[in-house]
C-alpha cells in the first residue's frame, strides 16, 4: 500500500470551517490527509503561552508531525469565534504571536496562518 502524506491543522472546533481548510490545505500542500488537532480558539491560547490547552495542543500536534510525518502545519483563526470572540484584527494578532510558537516546536517545517472569513474564503496571513 502507498504511503500516505500528510499536514496537520491546529483549528477551533468550529464545525463551519473544518471542510474550508482541510480543502485548502490538501490543495495547497498536495497532501492526502489533514490531521486537525480542535480547541475552542486555539490561537487565544497559543498567544498567551504557557496553560493545559498548549499542553494538549502540543501533544495532539506532536503525534500529526511524529506518527504521521505532517510535513506542514497550520494554524487557523476564522470569523465568529465562540471560543475567542475578538475582532479579526485581534485574531491576526494572535495567530502572527503564535507562528514564533509553532516555528520553535517543529524548526523543520513550514508553518501556515489561516484566517477563514464569512464566506469560508481561506485566507494566508503567513505562509
Known amino acids: 500500500m502507498p504511503t500516505s502524506t500528510f499536514a496537520c491543522m491546529i483549528n477551533c472546533m468550529d464545525g463551519r470551517v473544518q471542510e474550508a481548510v482541510i480543502r485548502h490545505l490538501k490543495a495547497r500542500l498536495g ?65 502572527h504571536q503564535s507562528v514564533p510558537v509553532l516555528k520553535a516546536w517543529y524548526p523543520h517545517l513550514p508553518i501556515y496562518a489561516l484566517w477563514v472569513n464569512e464566506q469560508l474564503e481561506v485566507e494566508e496571513i503567513v505562509s
Not at 510525518?69 to 469565534?81: M, Q, T
Open 31 to 95: 497532501v492526502d490527509f489533514v490531521d486537525a488537532v480542535t480547541e475552542p480558539g486555539p490561537i487565544a491560547h497559543l498567544s498567551k503561552g504557557a496553560s493545559v490547552w498548549v499542553d494538549n495542543i502540543k501533544a495532539c500536534t506532536d503525534v500529526s508531525v511524529e506518527k504521521h510525518n505532517a510535513k506542514a502545519v497550520a494554524i487557523v483563526g476564522h470569523f465568529d469565534c465562540a471560543g475567542n470572540p475578538v475582532s479579526k484584527e485581534e485574531q491576526v494578532k494572535q495567530l
